[in-house]
Nanobody, 126 residues
Framework: QVQLVESGGGSVQAGGSLRLSCAAS????????MAWFRQPPGKEREGVAV???????SYADSVKGRFTISQDNALNTLYLEMNSLKPEDTATYYC????????????????????WGQGTQVTVSS
């Protein structure tokens, strides 16, 4: 059974940094499409960053240059390094994984991801 568990959320001031982790179990980690999404209060879930199966990385325009997605296959863990945080980054952050999904725009395909973590809250104060 696939399980994703996020950690690392918290409250920081604008300009601060956080690193989110997503520990995966129950499947062959390296063969899955892995991504981070977030849902700000009162808004729709939105894509943040994705690692394609070929290792290529994609980011939402709003986080480019500030966030970095990475993975450690040996630890079956996905990371999201977040720097220069802004109040508008406040959201619940989720990691997602899918073994079969093939799409040109994975950051717009949240509804198609098969597996999700429970989310971790990130609050950025001004």
């Amino acid at each position: 059974q696939v399980q994703l568990v996020e950690s690392g959320g918290g409250s920081v001031q604008a300009g601060g940094s956080l690193r989110l982790s997503c520990a995966a179990s129950g499947y062959i980690y390296s063969s899955y499409l892995m991504a981070w999404f977030r849902q700000p209060p009162g808004k729709e879930r939105e894509g943040v960053a994705v690692i394609e199966r070929d290792g290529s990385l994609s980011y939402a325009d709003s986080v480019k240059g500030r966030f970095t997605i990475s993975q450690d296959n040996a630890l079956n863990t996905l990371y999201l390094e977040m720097n220069s945080l802004k109040p508008e980054d406040t959201a619940t952050y989720y990691c997602a994984a899918d073994p079969f999904l093939t799409t040109r725009q994975p950051l717009r395909a949240s509804k198609l991801f098969r597996h999700w973590g429970q989310g971790t809250q990130v609050t950025v104060s001004s």
